[in-house]
């Protein structure tokens, strides 16, 4: 028996990352992927927890040595997530999950067709371009090129076994959790897990 593996993935400005820290805090059975980049850290951001930071030769000659169980480009920045960590701790039945954007998806979703995926989307393109103006980080056309690139992930939303339309924050927590402590209860999980119990109900 081993772990969930779930993906999480969501156009820039949906709340992705508020979502998934919310998740972590109220389930602790369920861990998050660190993913190297080459991107530099942002103020606050602590290498081996937010990210591993390495630089492009090295991520190019992890990914040439078949480390990566995906890996993407996104704004100029190369994005992996390790394949023999993901594997040490499904084997260890721990729940994990990934946050990465649908192309990364797509390349888990070849080699572990069972990873369980769910997307968040915005209740709005104006809430989401209101979100992202919000961040006062970006200029209207790093904005405009934000939007367009949201656009883009939302037409892969069907792909996905799960969407969470990410209006109020507690109400969306509430769904994602409830997504992950469904797919824990599953046939085929709790009839390895309670083999003993089964045995001893139906004798």
């Known amino acids: 028996m081993s772990g969930n593996l779930f993906i999480v993935s969501a ?12 998740l972590l805090k109220s389930n602790r059975h369920i861990a998050l992927s660190v993913s190297y980049t080459t991107r530099a850290p942002r103020t606050g951001e602590i290498d081996g927890k937010d990210y591993h930071f390495v630089s492009r030769e090295r991520f190019l000659e992890m990914a040439q040595h078949g480390d990566f169980l995906e890996s993407a480009e996104v704004y100029g920045n190369l994005y992996g ?3 023999s960590w993901i594997e040490k701790e ?19 979703r070849r080699l572990m067709p069972h990873v369980i995926s ?6 709005s393109l104006s809430a989401l371009e209101t979100r992202l103006q919000g961040r006062g980080q970006d200029s209207a056309e790093v904005i ?8 883009d992930d939302i ?4 792909e996905f076994d799960y969407v969470i339309i990410n209006d109020k924050l507690d109400e969306a927590l509430k ?10 209860l599953h046939r085929d999980s709790q009839l390895t897990r309670h083999a003993t119990l089964i045995n001893q109900l139906h004798k």
């Open 11 to 22: 156009p820039s400005g949906a709340g992705k990352t508020s979502l998934v820290s919310a």
């Open 81 to 83: 997530t390790s394949q």
């Open 118 to 123: 769910i997307f968040i989307l915005p209740p």
């Open 90 to 108: 499904l084997a260890s039945e721990r729940d994990i999950l990934l946050e990465i954007d649908w192309q990364g998806a797509e390349q888990v």
């Open 175 to 184: 769904q994602l959790d409830a997504v992950v402590i469904a797919s824990g």
């Open 155 to 158: 037409s892969h939303v069907a």
């Open 144 to 151: 405009a090129r934000r939007m367009q690139a949201a656009r």
